[in-house]
């Protein structure tokens, strides 16, 4: 989806949501992420893909490994 949604749109998860969603869970499960920092990553990529990327949810996802990425810390 390229441009800016509909408002019901923009609550709904598309597929690249829902793998980064997996994938969040994936890193916090083997990884030892803590809670608030998935929450504040979750959060840092919402508001990118909205400010940057005006709800580009095609492209927004391509971004958020490198974040995860960044985000990943000693546990």
């Known amino acids: 989806m ?3 949604p509909k408002e019901d749109e ?6 690249h949501e829902i793998a980064l ?4 869970n ?6 030892g992420i803590n809670d608030d920092l998935l929450t504040a990553l979750k959060k840092a990529l ?5 400010q940057e990327l005006g ?4 492209c927004w996802c391509i971004d958020a490994e ?3 990425k960044k985000a990943k810390l000693p546990a």
Request: hydrophobic share 30%; with cysteine; net charge neutral.
């Open 46 to 50: 919402t508001e990118h893909r909205q």
């Open 66 to 68: 490198a974040a995860i």
């Open 2 to 4: 390229v441009g800016y």
């Open 10 to 15: 923009m609550n709904e998860q598309c597929g």
């Open 21 to 24: 969603e997996k994938r969040l």
């Open 26 to 31: 994936e890193i916090r499960r083997l990884e």
């Open 55 to 58: 709800y580009n949810s095609a």
